[in-house]
């Protein structure tokens, strides 16, 4: 046949075939497809694998491909990584869907890195950390072993804990080895603070003392309490005593830079002004019930923004500029939750029995991990929360270190610690 006259009869066929029923159509290849020999069959394979498996993330142009992949959920990306190194290259290149995938995860992450594959790899450390999390298995334990009487004193920062013990003497250990860096004869300590050069303590002789840790040597002593003293803090810069908390927010009643106080009991909290006047007047009076039906917990979590604190009923919020109470977040899993620590997105609460982990978009928690037969005190130190960064969010560098110490009835310390990254 001329290919004038195949032109003209393949153009009157391909008019009839569109004419027909989707069944006569299929008909038709089936009698075609009868009478096709060894090269007809093998270019229609090779014709349905170009038409039927297009690439189209192959054939898209990158930004159209990037949009795409923004509506898949983290778990098929991964999958979809395992098609083609082609498909590898471009979904491990979408930085926006892995800073989101994080993100989502409750990761901080820092925008200005513009490194796909970073963000893939700190996504695959975060799911790991959560399922650790989920499956109770983010955490190790250890103790510290050096005193031979009650410790009843605890402080922690930058990697180091401090203990004050009824033996009198302090110490001073690094938590992740275990290692014991200083140690001092003191007197006996209800509470302790302390920078790389010197230690202060309060005393249940009714005093408070500033050591030096290098040479063990009392450099002052403070006389003036008629009780234990119990709580201690300093300024590195003036060597005085304080007990502050800067304001972040303007009210009514005071302005960011203001220095501010909290004082709590079993049913209120008071908020005071420092530095205005001799006999401060309370700003404000926090409670959650008119009635004192609900109790609080003796410990507060104030960062210039907001005002926390557990009860019974489970954590109230405030709101640090108008005083309103912002959420009620309940636990009916468990009452009576201590409050150790508060984030944007985690808290870090604990019982007799467990030390949890709550997740506060949820409002739900997470993770739990069990706790040996503390030594139990209402008042001083003998239990406290480690590295607290973390509750802002995780971001693969600061779920490390201590999150959590308490003292033993036979005067040794017990450490929870991050488990390191698989």
């Not at 605890?154 to 200083?182: E, F, I, M, P, R």
């Not at 003191?186 to 290098?214: I, M, P, R, Y």
């Not at 926090?286 to 210039?304: K, M, W």
Request: hydrophobic share 40%; aromatic share 10%; charged share 20%.
């Amino acid at each position: 046949m001329e290919r004038k006259d195949f032109e003209t009869w393949l153009d009157n066929i391909s008019v009839t075939f569109l004419s027909l029923t989707d069944l006569q159509k299929n008909e038709t290849l089936d009698h075609l497809i009868s009478l096709s020999g060894a090269v007809q069959l093998r270019h229609l394979s090779n014709s349905l694998e170009t038409l039927l498996k297009r690439d189209f993330l192959k054939l898209l142009p990158l930004e159209l491909s990037f949009y795409l992949l923004k509506w898949l959920d983290p778990q098929t990306l991964l999958t979809c990584c395992l098609v083609s190194k082609q498909w590898n290259k471009v979904i491990s290149a979408c930085t926006e869907v892995w800073q989101t995938a994080c993100k989502n995860l409750g990761w901080q992450i820092d925008d200005s890195v513009q490194d796909a594959l970073h963000w893939k790899k700190v996504y695959l450390k975060a799911i790991l950390r959560m399922k650790q999390l989920e499956d109770h298995e983010a955490f190790e334990t250890s103790s510290l072993i050096g005193h031979s009487a009650r410790v009843y004193a605890l402080y922690y920062k930058d990697g180091l804990l401090c203990t004050g013990s009824d033996d009198l003497s302090a110490k001073l250990w690094d938590v992740n080895t275990g290692q014991c860096v200083y140690g001092i004869q003191t007197h006996t300590c209800a509470a302790v603070k302390f920078d790389e050069q010197k230690l202060v303590t309060g005393s249940f002789d009714n005093t408070v003392a500033c050591w030096e840790w290098s040479s063990g040597a009392r450099t002052q002593h403070f006389r003036g309490h008629t009780g234990a003293v119990f709580s201690v803090d300093y300024s590195d810069e003036l060597d005085i005593l304080v007990v502050l908390q800067k304001c972040k927010v303007k009210s009514l009643l005071h302005s960011p830079g203001d220095y501010i106080l909290l004082s709590a009991d079993k049913y209120e909290i008071k908020i005071w002004p420092i530095g205005r006047e001799i006999n401060c007047k309370c700003l404000k009076t926090l409670s959650v019930s008119e009635d004192r039906s609900i109790c609080l917990q003796p410990r507060l979590h104030f960062d210039g923004k907001y005002i926390v604190c557990s009860s019974a009923l489970g954590l109230y919020q405030w709101d640090f500029a108008s005083y309103d109470i912002l959420r009620v977040i309940k636990t009916p899993e468990v009452a009576n939750l201590a409050l150790l620590g508060f984030g944007d997105v985690f808290a870090l609460l604990f019982d007799n029995h467990y030390l949890y982990i709550m997740d506060l978009r949820t409002e739900t928690l997470i993770s739990r991990w069990p706790l040996p037969e503390y030594r139990k005190s209402k008042r001083g130190s003998s239990f406290l929360a480690g590295e607290s960064s973390w509750l802002n969010g995780l971001d693969g560098h600061n779920d490390t270190g201590l999150v959590f110490a308490t003292s033993m009835p036979d005067h040794s310390i017990h450490l929870v610690l991050w488990k390191e990254h698989g």
